[in-house]
């Protein structure tokens, strides 16, 4: 088991402010433009998923690291919305696959563009608090970073 030094929890610490910084401005942003934070996770890991990932519940519910009825009750409060559709898919009639609709795209460039700013102002003290995190591992594992 590792001994851990004052100094690494200050530093595990540190980071897990900065992570919770930005987590509390994104789900403030995403309240003050009518929508809960995991809708907007909902809405930037759909846009988010790789070219050859369909955008299926299953897949989004990986990407969100929830249960496949928790997906399902975020996306029908999205489409309640009107910021995201169901559709067939075409080449297997029993898949349903989810898209953005525009209003789902204009919401998501709005907050997106906010989320940007705050990291430009936020992300280097985030980077550099990670910086420390694995400098101390990588000193703790004996390798240099």
Known sequence: MRSFSSHAYRQLAKFRCQI??????????ARQHGIEPQQHQLLLALKGLPPETRPTVSALSSQLCLRHH????????LVERGAAARRTN?????????????LGEQMLEKLSSEHWRELQSSGPELALALQAILQINSQMSGHSV
């Open 20 to 29: 919770r910084r930005f987590l509390h401005f994104s789900e403030e942003a």
């Open 70 to 77: 928790s997906t399902v009750e975020l996306i029908d409060r």
């Open 90 to 102: 075409p080449q297997d009639r029993r898949e349903v696959l989810v898209e953005l609709t525009p």
